[in-house]
């Protein structure tokens, strides 16, 4: 199949209106592409609105930098297109990106390639400006660590006790899963990076090796549950909130994948609830029922997943496609392999950014799906 450059995803996408990704037809509009610092390695949509300043309408594009040891912003510049904003220093080489409020102010959450994990607050009063990294799981200092916690291997940020303010759970090995409540005081922009707070959590056991963790209603009661991967062996593990005040959290499955996972996504479908991409390029999906099953064979093997809602972006040697997630639906897009995609939720009129990293790091297409 002759591949299509992203800067013509667009074209592709209005001839193929028949697309019954996310419960109906799909258009598209380019929103051109904008140069970040470079060697960029992954990327989010983030609400970078301070404190005293309301819930962003369209939240900026992080981008995190592989070498640069930065965080780039691209803000929206006009309807039809963005900008970088800046530059903000994340604290050593970045891996892994996120995004979450915080006490009633966006911000940042970064992991390096030390294990640590911080979170960068943003400006009171001011939108897009980021603070220094506060650490928040594995103190590092010159290159050495200064505490005793093993290096993080993943990230996931989402409010599992309901009251507006998102935790942060870490993935570490001979730790299991590390839940990080009561993030204000990191977030605080009066806090020293230099001597940040301790983050008082608990820990859930999860396997040899957890890796990939994901924070998503898995059992369908309306409160945020989460789910872990494990590097070592083809395990999905799961863990349901029986309360939320206090905020209590229980093992629930352990369950065998067709392979070792590598990436695991929540889909916000009632049946499918979460999507997981195997190390052989296969993506399955596991059932309100705890089933694992197959799903999109036409797209192996997959290398990048977004999702938000009922939409799937999925990225394979094929190219991307855009799904609907709850009836595994869609069609090829026919755009070149990319480095990574990110998704943000629909707004009232059932429109969602789509962000593509390309492959080499220097630059982030932008794309309006509706």
Known sequence: MRRISPSVLVSVLMSAAAVPA?????????????ATGGSSVGLAFADLNGAGVGVAVEP??????????????????????????????????????????????????????????????TEAGASHRLGFPVSIYHFVRSGAPTDASPPATGLAIGDLD????????????????????????????????????TING??????????????????????????VLDAQTPTLRTYVTQSQLPLDIQPDKTLTLPAIGVALRATGC?????????????????????????????????????????ALAVDGDRGLSLFDACAAAGSLLGVDPVAAVALTPANSAKTRELAVLQPDGNAVSLYQVR
Not at 85 to 107: C, I, K, P, W
Not at 167 to 189: F, H, N, R, Y
């Open 60 to 121: 900026d594009v992080v981008v995190a930098s592989g070498k640069r040891g930065e965080v780039d912003v691209l803000v929206r510049q006009d309807l039809v297109s963005w900008r970088l904003f800046a530059n903000f220093f994340s604290g050593g080489e970045t891996v892994q990106v996120a995004g979450g409020r915080v006490a009633g102010a966006g911000a940042v959450f970064v992991r390096n390639q030390d294990g640590e994990v911080a979170l960068m607050p």
């Open 270 to 310: 009632a049946a499918t609830p979460l999507v997981v991409t195997l190390a052989d390029g296969r993506l399955v999906a596991l059932t309100r029922t705890g089933q694992i099953e197959p799903i999109l064979d036409e797209m192996v093997p997959v290398h990048h997943v977004a999702s938000s809602g009922d």
């Open 22 to 34: 996310c419960g109906g037809g799909v258009s598209v509009s380019n929103e051109g592409s904008v």
């Open 202 to 227: 608990f820990k859930l056991a999860a396997g040899p090796a957890p890796i990939e963790a994901v924070i998503a209603d898995v059992d369908g009661d309306g409160r945020a549950d989460l789910a």
């Open 162 to 197: 309901g009251d507006g303010s998102a935790e942060a759970v870490v993935t570490a090995p001979g730790l299991g899963l590390v839940v990080l409540p009561g993030l204000a005081a990191a977030a605080d922009p009066k806090v020293s990076p230099e001597h940040p707070p």
